[in-house]
């Protein structure tokens, strides 16, 4: 069977509620799309029953395949790049359990919209992007993450922590293959390294609705930040990514 164009990779940390309507979503979307499609959930430590939702869910809808992080091994970097590696995909897209971005943008992110580009990432400030229901506190965390992404690594993203992005297929396995950052930092350590490599890379303006579950604590995500962006740039000055 020759690989699928695209490749959906959900990392799922505790999201048995959301799980469930969430892939709902995609594969009634997908059921519309003209080409094959894979979707991948890695489960990853939750203390909830995610992972048996998601076999629940992947008896279902025959293109959901379910994996899961080791035992001692934790973070959102980590499932994700074990998504990305299991993936056959032609284009890779990371997106968000809570689908806080509609499914139906994806077309977005696909030719002939990305057509020069090897990674599409979702934007929150790029222009054109609309904010639904953000409270202006929630805001203001995100705007000094992006003050000190921009200050501390890369100068050229309005938004690099959106939870949607894609890559096409060779340039996640180049990537992904090198990616150390488990936690908060990957995204930045990605795109830190695909500026280095040459990658093109396009902002995409989107509608993305708050999640009032959402866990982002200002203070501790900054330093925990902070702290990440040191060590990719330590990573880089002693070849680590090459």
Same mark, same amino acid.
């Given at each position: 069977?020759?690989?699928?164009?695209?490749?959906?990779?959900?990392?799922?940390? *505790?999201?048995?509620?959301?799980? $469930?309507?969430?892939?709902?979503?995609?594969?009634?979307?997908?059921?519309?799309?003209? %080409?094959?499609?894979?979707? #991948? #959930?890695?489960?990853?430590?939750?203390? +909830?029953?995610? @992972?048996?939702?998601?076999?629940?869910?992947?008896? &279902? /809808? $025959?293109?959901?395949?379910?994996?899961?992080?080791?035992? *001692?091994?934790?973070?959102?970097?980590?499932?994700?790049?074990?998504?990305?590696?299991?993936?056959?995909?032609?284009?890779?897209?990371?997106?968000?359990?809570?689908?806080?971005?509609?499914?139906?943008?994806?077309?977005? !992110?696909?030719?002939?919209?990305? *057509?020069? %580009?090897?990674?599409?990432?979702?934007?929150?400030?790029?222009?054109?992007?609309?904010?639904?229901?953000?409270?202006? @506190?929630?805001?203001?965390?995100?705007?000094?993450?992006?003050?000190?992404?921009?200050?501390?690594?890369?100068?050229? /993203?309005?938004?690099?922590?959106?939870?949607?992005?894609?890559?096409?297929?060779?340039?996640?396995?180049?990537?992904?293959?090198?990616?150390? =950052? *488990?936690?908060?930092? !990957?995204?930045?350590?990605?795109?830190?390294?695909?500026?280095?490599?040459? %990658?093109?890379?396009?902002? =995409?303006?989107?509608?993305? /609705? @708050?999640?009032? %579950?959402?866990?982002?604590?200002?203070?501790? +995500?900054? =330093? &925990?930040?902070?702290?990440?962006?040191?060590?990719?740039?330590?990573?880089?000055?002693?070849?680590? /990514?090459?």
């Amino acid at each position: 069977m020759s690989n699928p164009f695209l490749s959906i990779v959900i990392p799922a940390h *505790n999201e048995e509620c959301r799980l $469930p309507p969430s892939l709902a979503q995609i594969d009634a979307f997908l059921r519309e799309q003209p %080409y094959a499609a894979e979707v #991948i #959930i890695v489960e990853n430590g939750s203390g +909830d029953r995610t @992972y048996e939702v998601a076999l629940d869910c992947a008896r &279902k /809808y $025959p293109r959901v395949r379910v994996i899961q992080s080791p035992d *001692n091994l934790r973070g959102k970097g980590l499932a994700v790049k074990q998504g990305m590696l299991a993936a056959t995909g032609e284009w890779r897209f990371i997106c968000d359990a809570d689908l806080s971005m509609r499914i139906d943008e994806l077309v977005k !992110f696909l030719p002939p919209q990305s *057509n020069g %580009y090897d990674i599409v990432i979702a934007s929150r400030e790029a222009p054109g992007a609309v904010r639904v229901d953000e409270p202006e @506190y929630r805001h203001i965390m995100g705007r000094v993450a992006t003050f000190i992404i921009k200050v501390a690594a890369i100068s050229d /993203y309005e938004d690099t922590q959106c939870g949607f992005k894609m890559f096409r297929g060779n340039v996640a396995e180049d990537l992904f293959a090198v990616q150390r =950052m *488990n936690g908060i930092g !990957f995204d930045v350590e990605l795109l830190f390294i695909a500026k280095r490599r040459g %990658y093109r890379v396009k902002e =995409m303006p989107i509608t993305w /609705y @708050y999640d009032p %579950y959402s866990t982002m604590r200002l203070w501790d +995500d900054s =330093m &925990k930040l902070l702290r990440e962006i040191w060590e990719i740039r330590r990573n880089w000055r002693r070849g680590i /990514y090459d």
